[in-house]
């Protein structure tokens, strides 16, 4: 197993770990351009466009804390009639986004949510030190395996001679 692979398997057995814990009927892990790392629970269907869609949010988010002369805000919640959704910002480009009914208690997924949060920071931290050409040749979805490289080459610097398959 190369390193990247390993890396990311543990990134996904947390997300998966923390989505069981918190009872969530969803959790995913996001860019905040958007691009999807890691899902957990329920199907979300297109997560090209669901993570395009939280990311943005976010970001509204971002532009609002400012207007109230907020730095940032770190977390974001809604709650609809049978879904709730929680997202917490992780370092400066993630974003972890829990679904969850109302069978569970909001505390519970703020406190694990924050647990997850730390313990994906020094994961994804680690991720971002790896080998590029590793991390990309796990990313198996030709549905935004393009997306996911530009992510990569933005956000680590790597040259467009790394790429795998480009």
């Known amino acids: 197993m190369q390193e990247g692979d390993a890396r990311l398997a543990v990134i996904h057995a947390r997300v998966a770990a923390f989505a069981a814990e918190a009872h969530a009927r969803q959790v995913v892990l996001l860019e905040m351009s958007g691009h999807v ?20 949010l976010f970001g509204s988010a971002r532009a609002l804390a400012e207007l109230f002369g907020e730095g940032e805000f770190r ?13 917490i910002l992780i370092g400066d480009r993630w974003l972890l986004v829990t679904a969850f009914d109302g069978g569970t208690q909001m505390g519970l997924v703020r406190m694990l949510a924050a647990s997850a949060a730390d313990d994906l920071a020094a994961l994804l931290a680690q991720l971002a030190q790896a080998d590029i050409s590793a991390v990309r040749a796990v990313v198996h979805s030709s549905a935004f395996r393009s997306s996911f490289d530009d992510t990569l080459d933005r956000l680590f ?9 480009g």
């Open 37 to 56: 790392l890691a899902t957990a629970g329920d199907s979300w269907g297109d997560d090209v466009a669901l993570g395009a869609l939280l990311a943005s």
């Open 75 to 87: 977390a974001l919640f809604q709650q609809g009639a049978a879904t709730s959704i929680y997202t």
């Open 157 to 165: 610097g790597a040259d467009s001679d790394d790429m795998v398959g």
